[in-house]
């Protein structure tokens, strides 16, 4: 029998149970009440728990969840890494009132992590009658105990509600209500939970450093974030834009890339763009659709601001954070940031004319050359590419057709990998492409295109394409063909005539 070992980190409390375990004797109460109530010693499971320890290694008491900060993510990220070579999975006790912040900022925080991360909070007392906290926690500790589950590894932060899996930096609470507040508005479900709990392998999210070190990113705390409302008065906004200590903003602008187009407000955030601030648009709809082709979203980019794309507020916040954050050599890289263009260190747009802004361009230039080069001369071995090489084929493609075209967060945004936008004098079409890249044997099936069918109708897009490696079953295909003028499909060998429209040969 596989074997785990797991360990649990109480961070926060809500006041309902505050009041009982907010003490360090707390912890211990709750690792008893564990131990008597959950045998998991028999299932192969060996657990710790722990109060979170401050920069001097002093023990922290579990604290209510409003009274979290940004000390506490580096806090609790330090601890995951000083411990990260001795267990197989972490679980963090939470209060729910700041718990998705706390989620986003891990997810970006530990880099190159390649273990399961489960956030999970109760409301009720663990010795209460019908206590939510029992199961709650056991829940997240199968999920970080993988191995001895059987489980698949879920190497990611995420958030274990009582019924779902959600990933961590598109979690949002949406409800007061503390059993069914959480939702990830701009991502897929990753799990569910019921008499067994089910994790869908499709987005489960690949670490990019699955050998390497995990490695704690520290954090800019110079970063607020302000919601924009009717009539918001530039001069304020300016007092808060151009404070000379702040670094980052995250502007939550109104829905569908709308923003106020009043001369004075753009000139304000021009003026703080080029002031070296770094500001970052995000919807603040709950569910929100985002890609850098919006009129509104236009008018920002032209004044320095990067589009947060699908990104969540709060997660919008942490990244914006942990990006203007120092790593490992000192510097603060930026340009990490999800964004439509090209920026310098300072996260403004670059000077396309200036020496750098060339410079940088011919790079990028030089990439996307390399790519349709080396796809036009192993045209056999598309199916074979990483993943993300792939898409940023399809979508190197996609422009060269005349399309602007978005990426999309991996996992977000309902499976659609690109968005292509054209614009002529008749109009403007927007298409959501899907990316499949898998063995020839592996045929795309008819579930896939009826989803894409179902998403763009929802998004009201103008229609939908399926691009694979692969090729398509015939019920696909007859759907595909029932719908003509809303999807088309690609397979293999349009891919590779793609590649050879598209390639110039060096002469």
């Not at 763009?273 to 603040?284: H, N, P, Q, R, S």
């Not at 947060?308 to 603060?332: H, I, N, Q, R």
Request: hydrophobic residues 40%; glycine residues 8%.
């Amino acid at each position: 029998m596989e074997t785990s070992r797991v360990y649990i980190l109480l961070v926060g409390l809500d006041s309902i149970t505050a009041s009982r375990y907010g003490t360090l004797d707390g912890v211990r109460a709750i690792g008893s009440a564990l131990r008597d109530q959950a045998n998991l010693g028999t299932e192969g499971i060996t657990t710790v728990i722990e109060p979170l320890v401050d920069d001097h290694g002093t023990p922290v008491a579990p604290v209510s969840s409003e009274n979290i900060s940004s000390i506490h993510w580096q806090w609790i990220a330090g601890q995951i890494g000083r411990n990260y070579s001795v267990y197989d999975g972490f679980v963090i006790v939470h209060g729910a009132e700041t718990l998705a912040y706390t989620a986003s900022a891990l997810s970006f925080m530990l880099e190159g992590l390649a273990k399961p991360v489960v956030l999970t909070w109760c409301e009720m007392p663990l010795d209460g009658p019908r206590t939510d906290a029992i199961m709650s926690i056991l829940n997240a500790i199968y999920i970080a105990a993988y191995a001895a589950t059987g489980l698949p590894n879920v190497a990611e932060v995420v958030v274990c509600t009582l019924d779902r899996i959600l990933h961590g930096d598109g979690t949002r609470r949406v409800s007061a209500n503390p059993f069914t507040g959480f939702e990830t508005p701009n991502a897929t479900t990753l799990g569910w939970i019921g008499e067994s709990i089910r994790i869908d392998t499709s987005q489960l999210r690949e670490s990019r450093h699955q050998s390497g070190p995990l490695r704690v990113r520290a954090l800019e705390s110079r970063v607020v974030s302000l919601q924009l409302f009717p009539g918001v008065e530039t001069t304020a906004l300016k007092e808060v834009l151009l404070h000379s200590d702040l670094k980052g903003v995250v502007l939550q602008i109104f829905g569908s890339g709308n923003v106020r187009r009043d001369p004075a407000f753009l000139d304000v955030i021009e003026e703080a763009t080029k002031a070296g601030k770094v500001i970052l648009a995000v919807d603040k709809l709950p569910r929100s659709f985002r890609n850098s082709v919006d009129v509104g979203m236009h008018e920002l980019v032209a004044r320095g601001v990067l589009p947060g794309f699908d990104l969540t507020p709060e997660a919008a916040l942490a990244k914006l954070m942990v990006s203007l954050g120092p790593v490992w050599d000192g510097t603060s890289p930026v340009s990490e940031l999800v964004c439509s263009g090209v920026v310098g260190p300072n996260g403004t747009p670059l000077d396309l004319g200036s020496h750098a802004g060339r410079a940088v361009l011919g790079h990028v230039h030089q990439v996307r050359e390399d790519l349709i080069a080396f796809a036009a001369a192993h045209p056999q071995d598309l199916p074979k590419m990483d993943w993300q090489q792939f898409e940023e084929l399809v979508a190197e493609l996609w422009s060269r057709a005349g399309y602007e075209v978005a990426l999309s967060r991996r996992g977000a945004d309902e499976g659609i990998d690109i968005f292509a936008v054209r614009r002529d004098g008749f109009g403007s079409v927007l298409y959501l492409v899907q990316c499949k890249r898998q063995a020839p044997d592996r045929k795309v099936g008819i579930d896939v295109v009826q989803r894409l069918v179902g998403t763009v109708e929802a998004r009201k897009a103008t229609a939908g394409a399926i691009a694979t490696t692969s090729s398509f079953t015939i019920p696909a295909i007859r759907e595909a063909q029932r719908v003509q003028w809303r999807l088309s499909l690609h397979d293999l060998a349009d891919i590779q005539r793609w590649v050879r429209s598209a390639y110039s040969p060096p002469t």
